[in-house]
């Protein structure tokens, strides 16, 4: 039975995939692809800490408690989409780029997922408020509760 904590999972997983998706898209950049010191500029900062950072705030208001737990994946799924659409050839690599090497992508993906996972728990701050400080029964229903609403719903 898929509860409705699922479905904002879900949808929270969609949302960060789609704002890291498309924003690498908007700004043009790709660290996938290596072209020499100027490979590492404004664009790409943007691209690898503040945009994923943004991603894993979004997963954390919409998941709500443990979205920092959740926040990790849409970053690591759209750099692996992206490393496998040019390595595959799917998407053509620019004469004067180079396919990032392996080591080196793996280190950009940490930065990347690290980025979100702040994003993520600033999230979840925002979404409680005072961290840690709320009594639990004010934030999750009993499940004597939720059994109740399953019922009236039927």
């Not at 704002?19 to 950049?29: Q, S, T, Y």
């Given at each position: ?58 997963v ?13 994946f ?9 490393y ?13 780029h ?14 990347v997922?690290?980025?979100?996972a ?30 109740a ?6």
């Amino acid at each position: 039975m898929i509860t409705q904590r699922h479905k904002n999972g879900i949808l929270a997983l969609f949302l960060g995939f789609t704002i890291n998706f498309f924003g690498d898209r908007l700004l043009g950049v790709n660290i996938e692809l290596f072209h020499g010191l100027a490979t590492f500029g404004f664009l790409w900062f943007i691209d690898v800490f503040i945009l994923p950072f943004f991603a894993g705030f979004c997963v954390a208001l919409v998941f709500g408690l443990g979205g920092k737990w959740l926040c990790y994946f849409p970053p690591f799924f759209v750099r692996l989409l992206s490393y496998y659409l040019f390595a595959d050839g799917y998407w053509p690599v620019p004469p004067e780029h180079h396919l990032m090497p392996m080591g080196w992508w793996g280190f950009f993906v940490i930065l990347v997922i690290e980025a979100s996972a702040f994003g993520g728990i600033l999230g979840e701050v925002y979404v409680k408020s005072t961290y840690g400080r709320r009594p639990k029964d004010l934030l999750y229903k009993s499940s004597r509760q939720q059994e109740a609403e399953v019922q009236d719903e039927k």
